[in-house]
């Protein structure tokens, strides 16, 4: 199954963004591609799709507007980053979806939240509702408040776990690689994209994972990891590149690489 059969066939679709998609050159929000994703997801919902976003750029939000803090190291200033940095990425949100005339909602979320039965049933709760009504969740961990102990990790994981939550039917991890190659296209410029991947244990054989990047958390092997728990679920994945031209609208069509992660039984039919 290809990807613009994956978008086809789904109606409950999860988008994560990394901060490096998310972020400029210099570090700051990139407004306008929120504007141009938020103009793309509001077509998506106008042909009866539903979207929830999975949003990392707190931090890199945060850096932005409080420069001086971006040398200090100690975890009570990143705390204090992320707090502003999330009412700005909020306000980025909010601004590219308003003139759609569609609401956005924050939900910040921890581990623990993933591991409590009543918490997650109010946080399913809360998905659908805001969903039915026609609001866009824009989901991030709360890292204000999280610490080693409590923290879900990297928002490829959340974004994974969120779809579960929700019973998506479909997965996009938008990142700052056109997706899943059989080396580092970083380092090798004979690097190959994977454009299908059926066996996530065969693709942890045949790449080797990249280290983290100065704004994400989450290297290839955090997107591998989100693969597997999606794919247990039944829900299938898309990684690509979050910065290509309309990106979401390009991938829909099939004029945008990416790779595809099948569960097996539609890798079987395909």
Same mark, same amino acid.
């Given at each position: 199954?290809?990807?613009?059969?994956l978008?086809a066939?789904?109606?409950?679709?999860?988008?994560?963004f990394g901060?490096?998609?998310?972020?400029?050159?210099?570090?700051?929000?990139?407004?306008?591609?929120?504007?141009?994703f938020?103009?793309?997801?509001?077509?998506?919902?106008r042909?009866?799709k +539903?979207?929830?976003?999975v949003?990392?750029g707190? $931090?890199?939000?945060?850096?932005?507007?409080m420069d001086?803090?971006?040398?200090?190291?100690d975890?009570?200033?990143? +705390?204090?980053?992320?707090?502003?940095?999330?009412v700005?990425?909020?306000n980025?949100w909010e601004h590219?979806?308003?003139?759609?005339?569609?609401?956005?909602? $924050?939900?910040?979320?921890?581990?623990?939240?993933?591991?409590d039965t009543?918490?997650?049933l109010?946080?399913?709760?809360? !998905?659908?509702?805001?969903?039915?009504?026609?609001?866009v969740?824009?989901?991030n961990?709360n890292?204000t408040?999280s610490?080693e102990?409590?923290?879900i990790?990297?928002?490829d994981?959340l974004?994974?776990q969120s779809?579960?939550?929700?019973?998506a039917?479909l997965?996009?991890l938008?990142?700052?690689?056109?997706?899943?190659?059989?080396?580092?296209?970083?380092?090798?410029?004979?690097a +190959?994209?994977?454009?299908?991947v059926?066996?996530?244990?065969?693709?942890?054989?045949?790449?080797?994972a990249?280290?983290?990047?100065?704004?994400?958390?989450?290297?290839i092997?955090?997107?591998?990891?989100?693969a597997?728990?999606?794919?247990?679920?039944?829900?299938?994945?898309i !990684?690509?590149?979050?910065?290509?031209?309309?990106?979401?609208?390009a !991938?829909?069509?099939?004029? +945008?690489?990416?790779?595809?992660?099948l569960?097996h039984q539609?890798a079987?039919?395909?």
């Amino acid at each position: 199954m290809n990807i613009p059969s994956l978008f086809a066939k789904a109606r409950k679709i999860v988008l994560k963004f990394g901060s490096n998609t998310l972020a400029t050159g210099n570090g700051k929000i990139n407004a306008p591609l929120l504007e141009k994703f938020a103009e793309q997801a509001a077509a998506l919902i106008r042909s009866g799709k +539903q979207i929830i976003i999975v949003s990392s750029g707190a $931090q890199v939000a945060g850096l932005s507007a409080m420069d001086k803090w971006a040398r200090k190291k100690d975890i009570h200033y990143r +705390q204090a980053l992320c707090a502003v940095g999330q009412v700005k990425l909020m306000n980025a949100w909010e601004h590219a979806f308003t003139p759609w005339g569609i609401h956005i909602a $924050q939900i910040l979320l921890t581990r623990d939240d993933f591991g409590d039965t009543t918490r997650t049933l109010n946080m399913r709760n809360t !998905l659908f509702t805001l969903v039915d009504e026609g609001i866009v969740p824009i989901i991030n961990e709360n890292d204000t408040v999280s610490v080693e102990e409590i923290k879900i990790g990297d928002n490829d994981t959340l974004a994974a776990q969120s779809a579960i939550l929700w019973s998506a039917d479909l997965l996009v991890l938008f990142s700052d690689i056109d997706g899943l190659y059989n080396k580092n296209p970083k380092e090798d410029p004979a690097a +190959q994209l994977v454009a299908e991947v059926r066996d996530i244990a065969e693709a942890r054989r045949l790449v080797k994972a990249s280290g983290t990047s100065e704004f994400g958390t989450g290297g290839i092997l955090t997107k591998l990891e989100a693969a597997e728990r999606a794919l247990s679920y039944g829900i299938p994945m898309i !990684l690509a590149h979050g910065c290509r031209e309309r990106a979401l609208e390009a !991938l829909a069509a099939g004029t +945008q690489p990416g790779t595809a992660f099948l569960v097996h039984q539609e890798a079987r039919g395909s």
